[in-house]
């Protein structure tokens, strides 16, 4: 099994930054895909960014070049930047960790207020 711990949610104004953190734990093999998923009230969870064990990344269209993503793979931990954050970057995020199966996170809470 797979535990994932997000940290470095909360609140912020509109035009801040914030640095999300997900450390993984348990049988974390390297060879594997890591990103960050954001559920806002009333819409469907999606994909802000992913990134792979050899450190190529994916984005969202809504979050491309705002937002960066990078992982330590030394401390199984993954990191997500996101600057100029936008009220409707508000949702719970959620740290995945893909490997023959998806492992999920329990969410942290981002609000950013206009």
């Known amino acids: 099994q797979v535990q994932l711990v997000e940290s470095g949610g909360g609140l912020v104004q509109a035009g801040g930054s914030l640095r999300l953190s997900c450390a993984a734990s348990?049988?974390?093999?390297?060879?594997?895909?890591m990103g960050w998923y954001r559920q806002a009230p009333g819409k469907q969870r999606e994909l802000v960014a992913k990134?792979?064990?050899?450190?190529?990344?994916t984005y969202g269209d809504s979050v491309k070049g705002r937002f960066t993503i990078s992982r330590d793979n030394a401390k199984n931990t993954m990191y997500l930047q996101m600057n100029s954050l936008k009220p409707e970057d508000t949702a719970v995020y959620y740290c995945n960790l893909y490997y023959l199966r998806n492992f999920w996170g329990q969410g942290t809470q981002v609000t950013v207020s206009s």
């Open positions: 348990g049988r974390v093999v390297s060879f594997n895909v």
């Open positions: 990134i792979s064990s050899v450190n190529i990344p």
